[in-house]
């Protein structure tokens, strides 16, 4: 059964407590990598369990609970990308792990939420549901839904069906539509502080808590996610190749990393190249922890103006990331231009 995480249990209180202002709309935000899924599939089992204990918390006994853990509960419907549900091989998974767990089934599925998939819900709330009673909708991550589907929600929860409540997670809330944004009750969803993110970690098993989180840029599931999935390996041999750029090759880097999430990529190389330019005018570093006498090294011979434009470019590519045609000669450009950009004076 999913907990909810320590960080969450006072927002839960208050939360669960403000029950009436809800509306028939929540929208949470936050952080990607800070545990709003798992929050939400929590909240969904919590208010369809017949016996919640004490917290107003499922009790993960009754018959409800055992739906909703097992085969899916009746009267709970989730929308997310296809991509989604290929990776984790259920109908989703934990939290965040969309921009991590790439996979080559994951490349060729949808990363969109689909306006079919949105016009699917009207059976479920207009017609199924197992008792006559309460109903929820989760959609995650909200900001996937395509124009089409945005604009099939909102004219659902502008004349909101009866009983149902839709719950949306976002990490972006800035890309849902306003008209969306302001038909839902909105919620900011609490991130922990260092302290408090490494003590989890170090109890989840982890066993760098400090340099994984700054790695994966002070979310604590992105985080966790880092150390215990595959990405640990990829990321390390992308340090070495990138921290030597003498001895980088970009053709042998690409083809090891092919098969990772290429925006995951994107955003290292993006945070590598946040270090450099950090230390540059701080002396401080804030992702790569571990490679400080690295960073210091190759950031006092880089052009900091070049290193500057090609890190701005690296923000155009994030966005081609997730469509590539061909995943390794993106990969291949993306190492060519940053073994150029290093060879600057
Ligand atoms: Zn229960």
Same mark, same amino acid.
């Given at each position: ?45 919590? /208010? ?105 929600? &909102? ?158 470019? &690296? ?9 590539? &045609? ?7 450009? /993306? ?11």
């Amino acid at each position: 059964m999913r907990e909810i995480y320590p960080w969450q249990q006072a927002f839960w209180q208050k939360l669960l407590h403000s029950r009436r202002f809800w509306g028939h709309a929540l929208l949470l935000k936050g952080k990607q990598g800070a545990g709003k899924y798992d929050f939400a599939r929590r909240l969904a089992q919590s /208010l369809l369990c017949t016996e919640p204990a004490a917290g107003l918390q499922a009790c993960g006994r009754c018959a409800s609970c055992g739906w909703f853990e097992q085969s899916g509960h009746p009267n709970f419907y989730q929308i997310v990308p296809e991509a989604f549900s290929a990776v984790t091989g259920e109908s989703a998974e934990k939290e965040e792990s969309d921009d991590k767990s790439g996979t080559a089934t994951k490349k060729s599925a949808s990363q969109q939420i689909g306006i079919e998939q949105i016009r699917k819900l009207n059976d479920f709330v207009y017609l199924t549901g197992h008792q006559s009673g309460f109903k929820i909708v989760l959609i995650y991550p909200a900001e996937a839904m395509n124009t089409a589907a945005a604009n099939a929600l &909102l004219k659902k929860l502008e004349e909101p069906p009866p009983d149902v409540l839709f719950i949306l997670v976002t990490h972006q809330a800035q890309h849902l539509l306003p008209t969306i944004r302001s038909r839902c009750q909105q919620l900011a969803m609490p991130l922990p502080d260092v302290a408090a993110s490494v003590a989890w970690l170090r109890q989840q098993g982890v066993n760098d808590p400090d340099e994984c989180l700054a790695a994966a840029g002070y979310a604590p599931l992105s985080a966790l996610q880092l150390a215990k999935g595959g990405d640990a390996q990829s990321l390390e041999q992308f340090i070495r190749q990138v921290a030597d750029p003498k001895r980088l090759d970009p053709l042998q880097l690409a083809e090891a990393l092919q098969q990772s999430s290429l925006p995951v990529v994107v955003n290292w190389l993006q945070k590598w190249c946040y270090d450099l330019i950090s230390y540059r005018t701080t002396g401080k570093v804030r992702y790569f922890l571990k490679q400080l006498p690295a960073i210091q090294t190759l950031s006092n011979q880089l052009n900091p103006l070049a290193c500057g434009a090609f890190a701005r470019e &690296l923000n155009n590519k994030q966005k081609l990331a997730h469509h590539p &045609l061909n995943p390794r000669l993106f990969l291949e450009d /993306l190492f060519i231009a940053y073994a150029a950009m290093t060879q600057q004076r």
